[in-house]
């Protein structure tokens, strides 16, 4: 069982930056692919930065690449997510997920989500 909790948002000016925190409990933390999602009002969730058990290996959905970063302390177990150039339409709940499985341009398989966090960016 892995549990995990969100942290970091805020409102923020566009053009602004936030780094979120999603901390996790569970011995398996360390050999989970984890990765962020978001829902904006009145949309689905999707699916937002991936990476893999070491961190290594990183995905981001293409509407965040070059602006988004993630990463995680293992030792910690902590994953994060450094967004830097925040737009009005990177508003949304942002959730942490775990595991997931990439296939392409396809991330799934969570198991296990935060509540979430709320970014909110202002024009």
């Known amino acids: 069982q892995v549990q995990l909790a969100e942290s970091g948002g805020g409102l923020v000016q566009a053009g602004g930056s936030l780094r979120l925190s999603c901390a996790a409990s569970?011995?398996?933390?360390?050999?989970?692919?984890m990765g962020w999602f978001r829902q904006a009002p009145g949309k689905e969730r999707e699916f937002v930065a991936f990476?893999?058990?070491?961190?290594?290996?990183?995905y981001y959905a293409d509407s965040v690449q070059g602006r988004f970063a993630i990463s995680r302390d293992n030792a910690k177990n902590m994953l994060y997510l450094q967004m830097n150039g925040l737009k009005p339409e990177d508003t949304a709940v942002y959730y942490c997920?775990?595991?997931?499985?990439?296939?392409?341009?396809?991330?799934?398989?969570?198991?296990?989500w935060g509540k979430g966090t709320l970014v909110t960016v202002s024009s």
């Open positions: 997920a775990a595991p997931l499985r990439r296939s392409g341009r396809t991330v799934s398989g969570a198991q296990y």
């Open positions: 569970g011995r398996t933390f360390s050999s989970y692919s």
């Open positions: 990476c893999d058990w070491s961190g290594g290996a990183t």
